[in-house]
């Protein structure tokens, strides 16, 4: 048996994520993560394998056990305190892990890497190089609780600065009697009308005589407080020992694990039935402090009879002392005690008191007073947090009169609400769902250590220029990022998750798709948090548009073939065009320019299902009137990777071949490179086939002899010749001075050719067609750069060819190697 310390594992992007550089923060998203051990952690790690190696039965973590040996059987013991007796019935009770929490805790923490890691990424590289004076070392972090937790402070400083005060009115009675002063107020409380309420002061003043209409006495109880859970604790601790939360946590820890109080992470607020009380009770007795007091309770009626609150996680009771000490020193004794006089005054009983109501009336108005006297303070002895005093007012008789020795008309001004303390940040994030008992003090603490908040001298949370301006920033966008509605969902899915009554993969799918929106059009409207922050910062930083465009952070198009990081698109100095680019420029060169003729080039969101290494996104292009061929639409989606024959002809383009430092490289191959998917292209420019039979006519996809026309509309190709299927059974086109180099015809489908894999029978370096048979050499025979040049080609008659098609002088095998593979402009890969 063993045991582990909190969450073992965690969670991170892999290698070629982590560097902030690496990628698009938008890519986080999406990006693979995996599961490692912190360093602190790694013995421990080692100690699970080994013990779980050498056992049938295992109290470990499923994900650290089960490769090690997957036949061993997993049990969790559960314990809320550090005790022999409480770690026994533990091991006497064993339960199988909750696969639903686990689940929970998983999308948790992959949420909160992808939300937390890309907009920290994008915040940090873009408002360090746009605020270098304030921000140029700063970490700007971002979290969908700390953001929320942020936003409570900043919400409540702009509330206190929108407030306009108001002068309000009220009246007062006072009567004294035997040198006791009692005071009468006003049942309407106060007018915001000057007139009117002196009006009423008049009246009241020309007949100045008061008639006691009634006098209640009755019993008054002041509660005893509810068992002590985590978010009360915190609460409490914040505002009468005023010790933040982060260090009461970190106290309560360590009195936990010296087996002085019992688990101090819990959401329950009522003791089960089975937790024996009495003895955590007896050794309070031992106290000169409180012992005395926990005697009584002992010898009250029925013995400790804690009030009962009504949540409870079904996992830990509410927290409590567990033996007595009194070794300990400074915040671990106030925290301690604390804690124990909470559990004692919680097992007492409540203060009982009696309560007079006077009210009088005088001039048809109507006044009251209330006195209180106290009767037995009960867990007031004992429990100095809370204050009740006795309130002694007279003896009144109903129906009786008297005149007031004082009638006051008085004013006030309303006043704004305070900024908020510690322990009413607290109550605002447990009210919307914001973090959980656990990381609340966390998400506190990262406020304050990123310099979003300070403290005033009554310590109380005052947002800083970063953290307003972040605010502001952000809510100018149209999302109120800083509100706690998303993060309050995504909590509320959380818990459905750990109750198995959702998936896990689809809560996942989910919130990422939700952040992934919201990220992608805050990168949009950066220039909103630029204008926000510099209220506060002063002018932002001027740049260069190349500047520019690097801190708007384009998507990536495809890997660059040379060192592997991304391509995007990116504008020309000159002009309005855009070019392909590597984003290790200027060590890297590698790019891709599109002629003056493509008017717009945009990324399209659809991706290649050919090219490698994927993904390889498609573009969407718009190209100049009369710069492409009659019947071919100036708008059209392409792709870049080389397999789209349509956009190589128009844009005349040398393909990206993947060098050594790209990913592919010469790797031999056996296998042929899959046929490409045909493609809805909106018309398919593909060069002539020569003619197998050796002539010199020109023949269209459909095996016709092409027709041979003239362009007679007004513009730049008026007067140019091309060819086109005769019969309009294809999409065939040619202009007649256009070079036909390094073309290759498509297959039946429109699809670019491609090598089968070698046939039995066949060769090694013997050309097959992609019938799987024998390929036949032909002769370019018509006038151009390619008469003489040999070809192969299907054998089979015309209306049976498969529409193979191979260069012969681009069929040679390199000194040495029988064997190797060769990439064509087409990106289709041919094993020869």
């Known amino acids: 048996m063993t045991s582990v ?40 790690k080692r100690t699970l394998e080994r013990e779980v190696s050498q056992c049938q039965a295992a109290f470990a973590p499923l994900s650290v056990c089960v490769p090690v040996k997957p036949s061993v059987q997993v049990f969790r013991a559960r314990f809320s305190e550090i005790t022999p007796n409480s770690i026994r019935r533990a091991c006497d009770m064993l339960t199988e892990p909750d696969g639903n929490v686990s689940d ?28 270098p004076a304030s921000l140029a070392n700063q970490l700007i972090s971002y979290g969908s609780c700390q953001f929320p937790t942020l936003g409570f402070v900043v919400e409540r400083f702009k509330s206190i600065q ?62 005893r407080p509810l068992p002590l859970d985590t978010v009360e604790m915190e609460k409490l601790v914040s505002r009468k020992l005023r010790i933040g939360a982060k260090e ?75 033996k007595y000490t009194n070794t300990l020193q400074g915040n671990e004794q106030r925290v301690y005690e ?27 108005e109507r006044f009251s007073a209330n006195g209180l006297m106290i009767i037995r303070r009960n867990y007031l002895d004992v429990y100095p947090y809370d204050r009740w005093s006795t309130k002694v007012i007279p003896v009144y008789e ?42 609340h003090a966390d998400h506190i603490e990262t406020i304050k250590s990123r310099m979003y908040v300070g403290l005033t001298a009554d310590q109380r949370f005052l947002p800083g220029e970063l953290g307003m301006g972040l605010v502001e920033g952000y809510n100018s966008m149209g999302y109120e990022m800083s509100k706690p509605h998303l993060r309050a969902e995504l909590e509320a899915d959380l818990k459905l998750v750990s109750e198995g009554r959702k998936d896990k993969q689809s809560v996942l799918r989910h919130h990422i798709h939700k952040y992934k929106s919201v990220f992608v059009e805050s990168v949009k409207k950066a220039k909103r948090l630029d204008e926000a922050l510099s209220i506060y910062l002063g002018a932002a930083q001027e740049f260069s548009e190349s500047e520019q465009q690097d801190m708007e952070m384009p998507l990536p198009v495809r890997k660059c073939p040379q060192c592997g990081r991304d391509m995007v698109l990116r504008r020309r100095k000159e002009g309005n065009g855009k070019y392909l680019s590597c984003v290790g420029y200027p060590e890297c060169k590698c790019s891709v320019w599109f002629p003056d003729t493509v008017l717009e080039v945009n990324r399209d969101e659809s991706v290649c299902p050919t090219c490698q290494p994927r993904p390889v996104h498609m573009l969407k292009l718009k190209f100049r009137r009369g710069s492409l061929p009659p019947m071919m639409p100036l708008e059209f989606v392409g792709c870049i990777g080389g397999c789209d024959e349509t956009l190589r002809e128009v844009l005349n383009l040398k393909y990206l071949r993947m060098g050594r430092g790209g990913g592919r490289g010469d790797t ?59 019969s309009g059974g294809c999409t065939f086109f040619l202009w007649t001075d256009q070079p036909d180099t390094n073309v290759y015809p498509p ?26 048979e024998p390929a036949v050499q032909r002769t370019v025979q018509k006038e151009g750069p390619n008469k003489g040049r040999v070809f192969h080609t299907c054998g089979k008659p015309r209306d049976q060819q498969c529409g193979f098609f191979l260069w012969a002088d681009e069929n040679i095998p390199p000194p040495g190697n029988e064997t190797h593979t060769v990439t064509h402009t087409h990106c289709n890969t041919h094993t020869l």
Request: glycine share 6%; charged share 20%.
């Open 5 to 44: 310390s909190g969450h073992l594992l965690g969670l991170e992007f892999k290698a070629q994520f982590q560097k902030w550089h690496s990628c698009n923060p938008v890519l986080l998203f999406d990006a693979e993560v995996e599961k490692y051990c912190p360093e602190n952690f790694v013995q421990i």
């Open 104 to 131: 929970a805790v998983d999308v948790r923490q992959e949420l909160d890497l992808r939300i937390g890691a890309s907009f920290t990424r994008f915040q940090t590289l873009r408002l360090q190089k746009t605020f």
């Open 162 to 223: 929108a407030f306009i005060p108001e002068t309000f009115y009220k009246i007062r009675v006072l009567h004294e009697v035997e040198e006791e002063s009692v005071e009468f107020s006003w049942k309407r409380n106060r007018l915001f009308n000057h007139t009117a309420c002196l009006v009423i002061y008049q009246i009241c003043m020309e007949d100045p005589i008061a008639t006691v209409t009634s006098v209640t006495s009755k019993p008054k109880s002041k509660w």
């Open 248 to 322: 009461t946590m970190k106290i309560a820890e360590k009195l936990y694990t010296q087996g002085l109080i019992s688990y101090p992470r819990t959401e329950t607020n009522l003791f089960p039935k089975d937790l024996a009380l009495g003895p955590l009770v007896e050794h309070q007795t031992h106290s000169p402090s409180w012992g005395a007091f926990a005697r009584g309770v002992m010898e009250q009626p029925g013995g400790p009879n804690p009030r009962q609150g009504t949540k409870t996680d079904q996992a830990h009771p509410p927290i409590h002392p567990i």
């Open 338 to 364: 604390f804690i124990v006089r909470h559990f004692l005054a919680c097992v007492s009983l409540d203060a009982v008191g009696q309560e007079t109501v006077v009210e009088v009336e005088m001039a048809h």
């Open 398 to 439: 109903q129906g009786s009169q008297f005149q007031p020795s004082a009638i006051e008309m008085l004013d006030g001004q309303t006043s704004p609400p305070q900024l908020l303390t510690e322990a009413d940040l607290i109550s605002l994030m447990e009210k919307h769902g914001i973090g959980t008992d656990a990381t």
């Open 668 to 726: 031999a191959t056996n296998q042929p490179r899959p046929r490409p998917a045909p493609r809805p292209d909106p018309l398919s420019l593909q060069a002539p086939r020569p003619d197998p039979r050796g002539g010199d006519i020109t023949v269209c996809n459909c095996g016709s002899e092409a027709v041979l026309l003239t362009v007679r509309k007004d513009g730049p190709n008026q007067g140019r010749q091309f060819y086109k299927c005769s």
């Open 747 to 772: 297959g039946p489908q429109g699809a670019p050719p491609s090598r089968p894999q070698q046939p039995p029978g066949t060769s090694v370096g013997e050309v097959v067609c992609n019938c799987s």
